[in-house]
């Protein structure tokens, strides 16, 4: 089983819609869980932290499932700028030592006018 | 306030020469991470560095790839008798306090 794992995709989604995404990770011990957009051949942006309780900013909720061992991104109204590749990034994975970070390959979303 | 700043954004470089990659954390970051991303695959853990101590170095290939962080001055990745298999994206990261990383634009390496 891979450390963290997303579904590449990609999701074609219309302007406006809600669309959601869903990471899963192996390590239980993990501590911090993240993340992050990439536009092509640029680098990370980090998106947002995930908290245990949940958190919100804006337009964008990130939530944690520690039992089940997955977190989650869901977009509201989205817009053609959301068109991007998600990241889910981990720390405290084994493949990223224990203060890196281990990614998932991400999510590729388009977002269609 | 500049972000993470790595130079440079493209490298050249022919099978055996050496490549050197540079890292300037945003200001105020002492924590600073290198990671590579190869075509079509997913961004890879190399090695954490704070001022002058490498802290983790598990995700680093045992030969020829090595790394520091000096007092004074840049982070530098630098590879030794470069291969093809090395051409990728090289981003550094930085954090204030070890928990948010913050990418800097990566440096291009081309093996020719």
New interface residues.
């Given amino acids: 089983r891979k450390e963290v794992e997303q579904d590449p995709g990609p999701f074609n989604v219309p302007e406006g819609a809600t669309v959601a995404f869903n990471c899963t990770y192996s390590n239980s011990a993990s501590q911090s869980f993240f993340w992050y957009r990439q536009d092509c051949r640029k680098e990370p942006k980090l998106l947002m932290s995930v908290y245990s309780s949940g958190n919100e900013d804006g337009r964008f909720t990130a939530q944690l499932n520690r039992a089940s061992q997955y977190i989650s991104l869901l977009i509201r109204d989205s817009k053609l700028s959301d068109s991007a590749t998600y990241l889910c990034a981990v720390k405290g994975g084994s493949g990223g030592g224990a203060d890196g970070l281990t990614f998932g390959k991400g999510t590729h979303l388009i977002i269609q006018p | 306030n500049a972000g993470v700043m790595q130079n440079p954004r493209h490298l050249v470089r022919r099978r055996g020469q050496e490549a050197r990659l540079r890292c300037s954390p945003m200001k105020g970051h002492s924590?600073v991470?290198w990671?590579r991303q190869l075509p079509e695959?997913?961004?890879?853990?190399?090695?954490?560095l704070q001022k002058e101590n490498i802290?983790?170095e598990?995700?680093m290939p045992k030969e020829r790839f090595s790394a520091e962080f000096p007092k004074e001055g840049p982070s530098i990745l630098r590879i030794q008798q470069v291969v093809r298999g090395d051409s990728a994206?090289y981003?550094c990261a930085s954090s204030p306090y070890?928990?948010?990383?913050?990418?800097?634009?990566?440096t291009r390496l081309t093996v020719t």
């Fill in positions: 924590h991470y990671y695959e997913g961004l890879k853990f190399m090695v954490y802290i983790d598990s995700g994206a981003f070890g928990r948010e990383q913050y990418f800097g634009p990566g």
